[in-house]
């Protein structure tokens, strides 16, 4: 599905206004449900969540933590909702059986890094994570989700959208108020220029950590090449923008629906419009894993990787929960 044009806006107008009490129920609601108690896990928890519906860059942020983990020799696991797929777990992912269909992209792309869960109940997620031997667990979205207490949570923001319209669901994008999410953070991350002004909105005394997208090692092979660009996440023009900053000749776009499923159909019109072009078919690595198989090996992956302004920021958030990581028996 596409987010509506209005939660892009201003706020004002009047489907916002006629949507406002509907919304006021959303947050009311989502603010009993954050009330209730969660398991605390004996291993240290790190979320990478948002205040939006949509993408905001928390699977880029997320894989980038398990590896500054991993670096320090912690045994990451991570943990996601599997937004898209029919299991609902507690369920290992696994790239040789499992398809985004069963497990969503998110847990696919994250797997192909570390040992990664899916479970609608994160709670009984962690716990299988723990019995597998996680030290750690990393946890792609869930800042809305009670069942696991977190010991670091980190607002992901997309500097180009900011909060939208800063209304709450139906109204606007926000699962629930700015200053709810904020007050459960522990620091936000701005990915990209604050477009937006997002920042505006955010308390004084959260830290904003800074951070850019950069693209892959096998950008470089694209300088000068012409490439026909196509995905399906929440904010495509980072993606294109990345091409272009990576010297890449944008021959022609084309902007899907959030984890929109490639078939056969759509993937034969977008490589004869590639050919027609003459231009190189490119896409995302969450959109790689929902084109159909026979397709792939005429599509180029260009990965995205995360940049910080300051890494020692980052790490420095990191280091009381690395001392505190059990060591094995």
């Known amino acids: 599905m596409r987010a509506p044009e209005f939660w892009g806006g201003n706020g004002k107008g009047l489907l916002p206004l006629l949507l406002s009490p509907i919304a006021a129920i959303y947050a009311c609601t989502t603010a009993r449900r954050m009330a209730r108690p969660g398991w605390q896990a004996p291993v240290p928890v790190i979320c990478c969540g948002n205040a939006t519906a949509g993408g905001a860059g928390k699977t880029t942020v997320t894989l980038d933590i398990g590896q ?24 290992r992912v696994d790239p040789s059986v499992h398809d985004s269909q069963a497990v969503g992209d998110e847990a696919l792309l994250l797997a192909n890094e570390r040992p990664t869960w899916v479970s609608a109940d994160r709670a009984a997620g962690a716990r299988a994570a723990v019995a597998a ?32 319209n800063n209304r709450v669901i139906p109204a606007g994008p926000l699962r629930e108020p700015v200053a709810k999410a904020a007050a459960r953070s522990r620091a936000a991350v701005m990915i990209g220029e604050d477009e937006a002004g997002a920042a505006a909105l955010l308390p004084p005394r959260l830290p904003v950590l800074r951070a850019m997208l950069r693209p892959g090692p096998e950008a470089e092979l694209l300088a000068g090449q012409p490439v026909y660009a196509f995905c399906g996440i929440a904010n ?25 499923p490639f078939d056969e159909g759509d993937m034969r019109d977008l490589l004869a419009e590639a050919d027609t072009l003459r231009a190189m078919p490119v896409t995302t690595r969450k ?38 990581v059990p060591v094995p028996a």
């Open 287 to 324: 959109d790689y894993v929902r084109i159909p198989p026979a397709f792939r090996s005429r599509v180029t992956v260009v990965t995205i990787r995360l940049e910080w302004s300051d890494t020692v920021a980052i790490e420095a958030l990191l280091d009381p929960l690395a001392q505190r």
């Open 236 to 260: 495509p023009k980072k993606f294109f923008s990345t091409l272009q900053e990576a010297g890449a000749v944008l021959a022609g776009k084309m902007a899907f629906a959030d984890h929109y």
């Open 133 to 164: 031997g996680a030290q750690a667990i990393v946890m792609d979205d869930g800042l809305q989700n009670p069942t696991l207490e977190k010991d670091l949570s980190l607002l992901v923001i997309d500097g180009s959208f900011g909060f939208g």
């Open 68 to 91: 500054r983990l991993a670096n320090r020799g912690v045994a990451v696991h991570f943990l996601t909702r599997g937004y898209g797929g029919r299991l609902k777990g507690p369920v």
